[in-house]
């Protein structure tokens, strides 16, 4: 599979350049993004509470040849003493417990360096979670673009066929 092409085509047109610059990919899963983010050049670093999905990254790192750097880490333990000029958060805040919800978000946003780059994404599943999330992000956001759109998965437990989501995508630049 290949990095999401949303995330692609909104930060190509974002940047002048990709080289040089540093990337987190927060609840990264199997790493296609965080792969595709650095076969670009960029250096990225990528964490995820399941150990599992760190090997598999790290895996995928390998047969592209690139260098990732790895954590297994809850978000909500995770200290990095670096701010990055892209953070990914895509498909990871129905994971977290809404108690939890608003403090990961603005931890989220303070690991973007200032004029940086979040993206976020999520299932427009539980939308009055995203409407709570939305406000959040447009307090700490700038020039944000938002889209919502169909996307195909695969079978997975509790959906055992191809099926489709409705999806909810915002890029920010970090004020
Ligand atoms: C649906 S996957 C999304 C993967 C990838 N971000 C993407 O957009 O395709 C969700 C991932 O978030 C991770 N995750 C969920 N809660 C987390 C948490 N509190 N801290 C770190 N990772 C978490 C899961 O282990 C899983 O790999």
Request: proline residues 3%.
């Amino acid at each position: 599979m290949n990095m999401d092409k949303w995330i692609y085509d909104k930060l190509s047109s974002r940047l002048s350049h990709f080289k040089g610059l540093i990337a987190l990919d927060l609840g990264c899963g199997e790493g296609f993004n965080a792969v595709g983010l650095a076969k670009l050049g960029i250096k990225v670093t990528a964490v995820d509470k399941q150990a599992t999905m760190i090997e598999r990254i790290q895996e995928l790192a390998n047969k592209e040849k690139v260098t990732i750097t790895t954590e297994v880490v809850e978000i909500q333990d995770f200290q990095p003493n670096t701010r990055y000029d892209i953070v990914l958060f895509t498909h990871v805040l129905h994971f977290i417990p809404s108690g939890d919800r608003e403090y990961i978000i603005k931890k989220v946003v303070d690991l973007v360096k200032t004029g940086g780059l979040l993206v976020f994404a999520d299932l427009e599943d539980d939308f009055p979670v995203l409407a709570e999330c939305l406000s959040l992000l447009e307090t700490s956001l700038k020039d944000i673009k938002t889209e919502r759109f169909s996307v195909k998965d695969e079978p997975h437990l509790g959906a055992d066929y191809p099926h489709h989501h409705k999806a909810f995508y915002l890029i920010g630049i970090k004020q």
